[in-house]
């Protein structure tokens, strides 16, 4: 290859340079004619080029470590061989040698030519790596045309050529004509493999949008089942790594899963159980037939006592949970919860069921000690609340006697020393009672003992019987006792007014306890008053030593008072406020108060409570239409009592003057004298800083000016014939502080709309009746059912001295007895009494009463202090409650309370007193 390669090289020089070394001629010898050259004797220029890259083409052939693209270079040696010879063979099958340009360089002979051609083509063959060999053996659209469209374009050309020349030679037709028909020819076959090529190439554009697709679909199958692994990978991870058995089973209860928990759970191995066993192996049998009994009465059809019992839920709601005993390989028992959940597939079929369990050993075992802990506590909870019970009867028992017996004692000729003696009984008493009652509560908040009980009832009357239940106490110490209740207040609201007057009750009294001059009042105003709820805000204001800003941060603590010589100096055990706070916020409300040091305080009570539906229209009419802008003098040396008045009396539509001492009273009156304009009231306390409120009325009365003017007297000391002496001499009313609203409107109605044709009331018309044993002076008939012979007399007397006419029984048998026989207007009833208890007795009463239409109003009136104690005198019949010992206003209110309106129980002929 390398002497053909250098042959024909230097050849190509020699035509280049015009030289003629002869070399050529050695080998190719002068055929004469025979060769149509026009080099005789010498290798043609198309030979030696042909030569040359021929012989390239065979020696890069012969290089083993060519890579594929260098092997290229073959091919393109082969293929420019190819094209060089083309046109020389052309030439011959067109005969255009002498008629063309080309002619002299072109010039090859024809079997040369083929020669040289089927050379070039076998080396394109042999290099199999080249891309012409690997496009004729593609099994691809440009590998199937190449095989085509080469052979027939070939094929063509000769056929064609073939019959212009038999026609030329024949003579159908001329050279020209054969010339034309052939480029025709030549024409339509290009048009023709356009053509091929362009349903080829879209053939092959929608083979590769399919092979797209399919590859995309293949892709995305690939992704899936790696995704489908991937979360094989983790569901199994999972599996074995829960802190729960997990056993899943088939249709028919042979199991298929069984995780590494259930494996130390149970002591099975995996291999032991999956297609082997059913869940029922690791069950108790007897639990299984019970709740398999369970469930055929739950579901009305039978349950077989078998895996069908573990999976009857799960089939009908998707999914059953409660508790199990499981039984491990070992036989011992572990207390497990089971979820057992039904497995469906898409067209919602049960393929299986799933089971995952946890160990609740520890539960158990924790709820266990839990539940004998409770049941401890409740014991030593019941102990207690049976000792402070038993405590508080067996306490209160004696100390009714002896407050009561004190107040009696009181109120009987003493002297000096004694009733020195008499009042440090009851004050002590008091105190003992104050402290039994505040460790009551305090126990039962600690308890959580403290519920409420919601119903309608008037706040009005509810917290103007608190304020008298203050008023001895008060005049005790000297101290102004009123209350302002805001119009706006609705008269019904429904919430725990036990509750409330307790509330009410401790900060009235702490009030009055550390209040030594001055006075103590009670406002109650409306925050907001819609339809649904009252906001209502409940003020107690005194005039008492004040608490520092740093002892108001403690003071609502259990035990804690300001100091330890509030405590010391006053008593108390520091519960009292902290049991208010406690009450407050089980109504959801608030409590808190603003004090300086000796400038008093305020403590406040915020609730919101609902009014009731059953709103009592008649409550203070106003009836003061008539009357507005008629003028009222008020004269106090207190100016909250100045300020009570005041808003009520504005409220009524008067014009209201207040004044402080006796000189502006006066200079008041003769001013509104001088104006023509006299005051239609005035109104005067009876304590003044500068004189007696009776001295005042003398005054005005022995003025020609003023004596004209009505007076009414206000008092908070009530003592025994200041009321008498006020009517006989100068005011035409009396007013006890404190007043009801009621009573003041009373007053100003009997003063300013009476008949003024009418002689005024005598001093009998408006004083009570008289202590006579006469029973048609008495204000009622009254029942008291009591064992003890101390808290008889104690109760029988306080009665009597309220004017009252009073049986007393031992027990329930003669209660029944007495009801039974007489009219009573009230029962007092003892609790604990011998034969027939308080409770028995109301029963049978009220079960007598049954269908009549009359209701005797029934008190309790007992020993025992406690919540439920209270509860269940309602729930027996009872209508309310006063626990012992009970004090004289205390009483005197609930009789005012239910001596309303009540209707007693006459005697029933033919009524079943056994019953």
């Not at 019992?309 to 999914?319: H, K, P, S, T, Y």
């Not at 009357?461 to 805001?486: C, H, P, T, V, W």
């Not at 502080?737 to 005024?760: G, V």
């Not at 308080?838 to 029963?843: D, F, I």
Request: hydrophobic share 40%.
């Amino acid at each position: 290859m390398s002497i053909t390669l250098f042959i024909g090289l230097l050849t190509i020089v020699e035509y280049v340079g015009g030289y003629n070394f002869g070399i050529d001629e050695l080998f190719f010898k002068d055929q004469g004619e025979a060769v149509l050259t026009i080099f005789p004797g010498r290798m043609a220029v198309v030979a030696a080029s042909c030569f040359v890259l021929l012989s390239g083409s065979l020696l890069l052939l012969s290089i083993k470590t060519l890579s594929a693209r260098e092997r290229n270079f073959i091919d393109i040696g082969a293929f420019a061989t190819i094209a060089l010879l083309v046109p020389s063979i052309l030439g011959y099958i067109l005969g255009l040698q002498r008629n063309t340009s080309f002619y002299p360089y072109a010039q090859i002979a024809l079997h040369t030519a083929f020669a040289l051609l089927l050379c070039a083509v076998g080396i394109i063959a042999l290099n199999s790596l080249g891309f012409v060999h690997q496009v004729a053996t593609s099994k691809t659209i440009g590998g199937r045309n190449f095989r085509t469209l080469t052979p027939a374009l070939i094929l063509a050309l000769v056929t064609a050529k073939f019959l212009i020349s038999y026609g030329e030679v024949h003579g159908y037709y001329d050279s020209k004509f054969s010339q034309t028909l052939f480029i025709s020819t030549a024409i339509f076959e290009i048009v023709a493999i356009s053509l091929l090529q362009f349903f080829s190439l879209n053939k092959l554009n929608s083979e590769i949008i399919e092979s797209d697709r399919k590859a995309q679909s293949a892709e995305a199958r690939l992704k899936y089942n790696e995704t489908i692994a991937e979360y094989a990978i983790w569901n199994n991870a999972i599996l074995e790594n829960a802190n729960s058995s997990i056993i899943s089973s088939d249709p028919n209860g042979v199991i298929r899963t069984f995780n590494k928990k259930a494996e130390q759970l149970l002591g099975y191995q995996r291999d032991e159980m999956i297609g082997k066993k059913t869940p029922e192996i690791i069950h108790d049998p007897q639990e299984v037939v019970e709740y398999a009994k369970t469930l055929s009465s739950r579901l009305g059809r039978e349950i077989s006592p078998g895996f069908e019992a573990f999976v009857a839920m799960a089939r009908e709601d998707g999914a059953d949970e409660r508790e199990w005993t499981y039984i491990r390989k070992d036989g011992t028992t572990l207390p497990v919860f089971l979820s057992v959940t039904a497995v469906k597939n898409q067209k919602n079929e049960i393929i299986g069921y799933l089971g995952i369990a946890n160990d609740i050993s520890e539960k158990k075992e924790v709820d266990r000690k839990l539940r004998t802990a409770l049941s401890d506590a409740n014991a030593s909870l019941k102990a207690k609340d049976i000792f402070l019970a038993n405590m508080s009867h067996e306490i209160r028992t004696p100390m009714n006697g002896i407050i009561g017996m004190s107040d009696l004692l009181l109120e009987t000729p003493l002297s000096d020393e004694q009733s020195k003696y008499v009042h440090v009984i009851q004050k002590s008493g008091d105190q003992l009672l104050g402290v039994i009652n505040d460790i009551l509560d305090f126990s039962k908040i600690q308890s959580g003992g403290f519920s409420l009980d919601l119903h309608p009832f008037s706040l009005v009357e509810l917290l103007e019987n608190q304020m008298e239940m203050f008023k001895a106490r008060a005049n005790e110490k000297g101290l102004s006792l009123m209350s302002y209740i805001d119009s706006n207040v609705p008269n019904k609201l429904i919430g725990d007014s036990f509750r409330i007057a307790q509330v009410i009750t401790n900060l009235v009294g702490n009030a009055i306890k550390f209040t030594q001059r001055g006075g103590v009042t009670l406002f109650v105003e409306t925050l907001d008053s819609g339809s649904s709820v009252c906001d209502l805000k409940i003020s107690v204001v005194d005039t008492g030593i004040g608490i520092s800003s740093l002892d108001m941060t403690k003071l609502f603590s259990p035990f804690i008072q300001a100091d330890n010589s509030t405590s010391r100096h006053f008593g108390g055990t520091g519960l009292g406020l902290s049991i208010s706070k406690s009450l407050v916020q089980l109504m959801n409300g608030e409590i808190g108060l603003k004090s300086e040091e000796k400038m008093g305080s305020t403590f406040w009570v915020r609730l919101k409570l609902s009014p009731a539906e059953d709103q009592d229209q008649t409550a203070l009419e106003n009836d003061f239409a008539s009357l507005q802008y008629k003028k009222i003098l008020v004269v106090d040396d207190d100016p909250l009592a100045n300020l009570v008045l005041e808003k009520y009396l504005s409220s009524w539509g008067f014009q209201v003057i207040t004044t402080l001492n006796v000189s502006e009273a006066l200079a008041e009156l003769q001013l509104a004298v001088d104006q023509r304009s006299p005051f239609s009231v005035a109104i005067i306390d009876k304590r003044l800083s500068e004189m007696d409120g009776l001295d005042l009325a003398r005054m005005i009365k022995s003025n020609l000016e003023l004596a004209s003017t009505p007076l009414i007297l206000m008092t908070a000391h009530n003592k025994s014939g200041l009321k008498e002496e006020a009517l006989r001499t100068y005011f035409s009313d009396v007013l006890i502080k404190p007043f009801r609203r009621s009573e003041l409107q009373k007053a100003l109605k009997q003063l300013l709309l009476a008949d003024k044709t009418k002689k005024p009331l005598s001093v009998s018309q408006v004083l009570p009746a008289n202590n006579s044993k006469d029973e048609q002076t008495k204000l009622g008939r009254i029942l008291v059912a009591e064992d003890n012979q101390v808290n008889q007399l104690v109760t029988r007397t306080l009665l009597e001295q309220l004017q009252y006419s009073v049986l007393v029984v031992s027990n329930g048998n003669e209660a029944l007895k007495e009801v039974f026989s007489e009219h009573f207007d009230l029962v007092f009833m003892d609790c604990q009494m011998p034969d027939l208890d308080g409770y028995q007795t109301t029963v049978r009463i009220r079960k007598a009463e049954a269908g009549t239409g009359r209701h005797i109003p029934i008190v309790a009136l007992t020993a025992n202090a406690m919540e439920q104690d209270r509860e269940m005198c309602v729930k027996s019949g009872m209508d309310d409650y006063l626990a012992k010992p009970v004090k004289k206003v205390v009483l005197e209110a609930m009789l005012k309370k239910w001596l309303r309106t009540a209707t007693s129980i006459n005697p029933s002929p033919g009524l079943d007193r056994e019953s």
